[in-house]
């Protein structure tokens, strides 16, 4: 990862490895906030030189730590400052949205040593759109800049009406500040003396200044309580396999950072650098693997969903009523309309997965007062799956792009080349996805269940009714006989496309596979063409499409490999489930940190090494969310509030021992098990179930 980036709500960093923004960099390096970069430009230089990387740690995600020193400076045989003389330290963390970075300079040498210390920044206000390329439009100005005691300000008129400024302030002396951006401290440091100049760094939108910043060490020190106080929470894993260990202590870190809340409770974003906002299908399935650490950030993300549900028909955003968003923007193009983020609707698969996070939530938690709250929303839902996704009644949701701003394929697997025929030809929309009528599948069986609680027995049966028939055309229309898998996809004529994909994996979650098919599908993914020896690829080797560099055509996505994983474990299919779980975490040890990235390359693990795809987002949530479904999947954990029981089916994989979970969510109490491996056998401790839910053990109620 050849950047560094922290994150607090709505605020992140993002520099290159030296703690620098510079012009150069291909992420568009900056700090930004609400789609908006406030500083586009932050060098730190000493005697205008650039220093030497000595470390750069960003294995904290709510504070980075760089260290570097200065170069060998002498003019015309004057020592100005002997090499390695200098430490320079700068520590940042973002709080409440401010950014707080301290830098601290240290003298090695054995004399006093005299020099500048320069920082260089620049705001440009940029929209982030048009910093990554995508679009240009009317944009607002810069109405200038200046200094005021110790502080540096940047000012903009925007065209969506917003006044927006970047205040830089410094709690010590400068020697020298300009206007373009240019601040000078002349330090003076004894042999070991350290020296330490904080700045904080605020964006503002129609305000002028900010005066309740806390103090640098009040406010790092209320960031580590709220960490603290987020762990404390969650669900707690112990085991004896250290790479595993590290990859859910990772993945619980990087979620953490990833936690937005804009009024309606905590939900993750997708990920960074560029997709730190509600983000439908992203935000809806890292909650759902999060819900065995973390139920509440489940209920967090409905409610953030339901409240931007789609309520007329609006074809520039791709909304119909009912519809729950794909993306939401806040900068200035979306502000003046001229890109469709406002929200943007288009996707096939976040209404779907909204009804089933809410399922699942509800089997968890037993709070049916959430599902009361959200029953509107829930019928808004299932009249979007019925009336406008099923476009031309084949009991079927199909997506088509109707926005000229839009996006094409509307799937997880949104890129322009990945719904692709055996014979190389792209489909033609309207399409069918594979998964999403499994979603479909899994949402009606669920809010059947919900409702025959509640004793609404006519629209359980309803619901019940609908999902039975949409299995039986879906396993006629998409199961192929000769390749005994399922399409990817229906296209415009209802021809199969029929090129193995991981899309069906999604499937065996719901459990709408009937026969042995589920047993073939999972056969033909963890296969010789499907699974890389690091994971299940998202298209097979020999199709026609594949590409192992692809973005979505032969490359391995941890979150997709997730969701096949808690089918398989759903299914009882262990041996499937322990290859796939094993190869990812083999692939985690080539990875900055034992972080999972979005997705890496889909090629073979006998080269030795998980190769990295060139622009994935780390941390990303739905990659870190991946090692807690682990977790979930080696414990065979479904809880079902509706018929007060557990479902327990604990393994181990053939590198672990033990394996202890503790307090873990369940209807209102927790439940804690230590699982050991004694030989051959496995066995499971019951620690504590204060859930008052009977344990169900291999079809057995102990």
């Known amino acids: 990862m ?3 980036v922290i994150k607090e709500n709505n605020l992140f960093l993002l520099t290159d490895e030296q703690g620098d923004i510079t012009s150069d960099h291909s992420y568009g390096l900056g700090l930004y906030k609400n789609d908006t970069r406030y500083l586009s430009k932050l060098n730190v230089k000493i005697n205008n030189q650039k220093p030497i990387l000595l470390h750069s740690d960003g294995s904290e995600n709510y504070m980075s730590t760089i260290l570097s020193t200065n170069p060998h400076q002498e003019e015309s045989g004057h020592l100005i400052l002997w090499r390695e003389s200098v430490e320079i330290e700068r520590k940042r963390f973002i709080y409440d949205d401010v950014l707080y970075e301290t830098i601290t300079t240290k003298n090695y040498y054995p004399k006093p040593v005299s020099f500048e210390l320069n920082i260089e920044v620049d705001v440009d206000f940029n929209d982030m759109f048009i910093i990554r390329g995508f679009q240009t439009g009317k944009v607002g100005k810069r109405t200038g800049q200046k200094v005021e005691d110790q502080t540096l300000i940047f000012q903009y008129e925007g065209a969506d009406g917003i006044d927006r400024a970047t205040n ?3 709690d010590a002396k400068a020697k020298n500040v300009n206007e373009t951006g240019e601040v000078t401290f002349q330090v003076e440091l004894q042999h070991e003396e350290k020296r330490s100049i904080t700045f904080m760094i605020v964006p503002l939108e129609n305000v002028e200044a900010r005066d309740d910043m806390l103090p640098v060490e009040e406010a790092l020190k209320k960031l580590r ?16 396999y250290e790479p595993l260990q590290r990859l859910v202590d990772r993945g619980l870190s990087d979620l953490r ?3 937005n809340d804009t009024g309606y409770g905590k939900f993750p974003v997708a990920g960074l650098p560029w997709f730190g906002v509600p983000f439908g299908r992203d935000s809806l399935i890292a909650a759902l693997q999060m819900i065995a650490f973390e139920p509440q950030v489940a209920k967090g993300t409905l409610f953030t969903m339901a409240s931007e549900q789609g309520t007329k028909v609006d074809p520039w955003r791709d909304e119909q009523p009912g519809k729950i968003m794909h993306e939401i923007r806040y900068g200035e193009l979306a502000n003046t309309n001229q890109i469709p983020f406002t929200p943007y609707y288009g996707t096939i698969d976040a209404t779907p997965l909204f009804l089933v996070l809410l399922t699942e939530y509800v089997k968890w938690t037993g709070d049916f007062g959430t599902f009361r709250k959200l029953s509107d929303n829930v019928k808004s839902a299932l009249k979007w799956i019925d009336q406008y996704g099923d476009r031309d009644g084949d009991l079927f949701l199909e997506y088509h792009q109707e926005s000229s701003k839009g996006i094409a394929n509307q799937g997880w697997k949104d890129s322009g080349d990945s719904i692709v025929h055996r014979n190389g030809d792209y489909a033609d929309t309207p399409i069918a996805l594979v998964e999403v009528q499994g979603y479909v599948y899994q949402a009606k069986r669920g809010l059947a269940a919900i409702y025959e609680a509640l004793e609404d027995h006519d629209t359980a049966s309803r619901l019940n009714a ?14 192929m006989d000769d390749l005994e898998f399922y399409a990817i996809a229906l296209d415009r004529k209802k021809e199969k496309v029929g090129t193995i994909t991981s899309n069906p994996g999604h499937v065996l979650y719901s459990e709408m596979m009937t026969g042995n098919r589920a047993e073939k599908v999972s056969q033909t993914l963890t296969g010789d063409s499907m699974f890389s020896g690091y994971g299940i690829r998202t298209m097979g080797k020999g199709e026609a499409g594949y590409n192992p560099m692809s973005y979505h055509d032969g490359s391995v996505w941890p979150h997709d490999n997730s969701i096949t994983l808690l089918g398989l474990s759903k299914l009882g299919l262990t041996a499937e489930a322990k290859k796939v779980m094993s190869g990812l975490i083999d692939a985690s040890r080539h990875f900055e940190y034992d972080r999972l990235p979005e997705l890496f390359c889909g090629y073979e693990s006998t080269i030795g090494k998980a190769v990295k795809y060139p622009v994935a987002c780390s941390p990303q949530a739905w990659a870190a969310g991946t090692p ?22 604990p393994i181990l994989l053939n590198e672990m021992n033990t394996l202890t979970v503790q307090n873990i969510a369940i209807g209102d109490g927790v439940l804690s098990l230590s699982v050991v491996r004694n030989g051959d056998k496995v066995s499971t401790t019951i620690m504590e179930n204060s859930t008052g839910y009977a344990i169900v053990k291999e079809k057995q109620i102990v």
């Open 628 to 649: 807690l479904v682990f977790v979930q999947s080696l414990l065979g954990l479904f809880p079902n509030s509706l018929q007060k029981e557990i479902h327990l089916h």
């Open 2 to 4: 050849n950047y560094r």
């Open 466 to 479: 609908e999902a039975k028939n949409l299995q039986e055309r879906f396993e006629q229309e998409f199961w």
């Open 168 to 170: 830089i302030h410094w």
């Open 257 to 259: 950072v990833l936690l």
């Open 225 to 240: 309580v709220s960490y603290k106080e987020w762990s404390s929470q969650l669900t707690k894993v112990e085991t004896d």
